[in-house]
């Protein structure tokens, strides 16, 4: 009897224990372990709330206010771009027009212009500064590339602001093509004005009406300098030496005149004496399209580093 029992309890063990679901297991996301479903659930809630929200918004009126600011603000946006595209398409076919304005006939030409960025110091040696002593400004507005707003153009050259009547000397030997030593003539107020005011309405000055406000000056050609032709211009002088004449050769360091403020708004007085000191490479002014610190490193380079040793030079020939 007894040993049956202990048999039925070894093949007859007793109740087996549930198997665990795995499929109903209770999960973070509910009571599937699925993650997809648990993706499609939430995003159904957040769409269903999304919904709500828009109808509240609307029964509001609040989704009127947002999507009329959202497009007023587009259309801000693209009349401004089409304001700023109309622009610039004007004054590209500005520039590409023929102007007569002094009966020479002058086309722009960009193609035809040397940019600063393909010119280095190493192109433009043997130059000296035109003042003796001074030394390239800091001030972005006295470099080349400032902006001036009261004839809409842009300064292409160096001022410097020296005393009345520093002497100016040439920056290198080269042959005089203009020259204001006599006949000059300064402008009145009234004309000077009326020039600014033409200025102004154009998309840039106007070279005849530059060539007025340098007021006394003198343009000095250097020939070619490894492949590249260089001008300089001094400008705003009160005076320019007699032997500086059309068609002389002038030598480094030769006198070129004096420092005043002809052409500009305080011609006359002693006020605002400064030189305007263009070197340009063909037919461009140097620096052009290049940063502040670009522009005073380049000058630097040619007229102080470069100048303080030329100027060693000359003193040592002067010497023999």
Known sequence: MNKKSGMENIHNPGT???????????????????????????????????????????????????LTLLISAFTLFLTSYVIYSLREMRIEIRENKTLAD????????????????DISA????????????????DRSSLLPNARR?????????????????TP????????????????????????????????????DTPRDIENILLGRYVILDHGLINGQRVITVYA?????????????????GTLIGKVGNSGTSTA????????????????????????TAAVKRMFSQILEDQGGDQVALMDKDSLQ
Do not use: C
Not at 38 to 54: E, G, P, W
Not at 236 to 252: A, C, F, M, N, R
Not at 270 to 291: D, I, M, P, Q
């Open 16 to 66: 087996k224990p549930p198997a665990i679901n795995l499929i109903n297991k209770v999960t973070p996301y509910g009571p599937e372990l699925n993650p997809l479903s648990a993706i499609r659930k939430y995003v159904y809630r957040l769409y269903d709330r999304s919904i709500n929200i828009l109808l509240d918004l609307y029964a509001s009126g609040l989704l009127y206010v947002i």
């Open 102 to 117: 002094t009966g020479e006939i002058r086309m722009v030409e960009r193609h035809q212009e040397t940019t600063s960025s």
């Open 122 to 137: 190493y192109h433009i040696q043997g130059f000296i500064m035109p003042l003796e002593g001074a030394r390239i400004p």
């Open 149 to 165: 707003e009261y004839r809409n153009g842009t300064h292409e050259g160096i001022d410097f602001f020296v005393p009345y009547g």
């Open 168 to 203: 100016v000397i040439a920056a290198k030997g080269g042959w005089v093509i203009h020259s204001d030593a006599e006949g000059y003539q300064e402008p009145d107020k009234g004309f000077r004005d009326m020039l600014l005011k033409t200025s102004s309405r154009l998309s």
């Open 236 to 252: 705003h002088l009160d005076s320019v030496d007699e032997d500086v004449t059309i068609g002389s050769y002038v030598k480094q």
């Open 268 to 291: 006359g007085t002693s006020e605002g004496a400064h030189l305007h000191f263009e070197l340009r490479v063909n037919n461009t002014y140097l620096g052009k399209g290049l940063s």
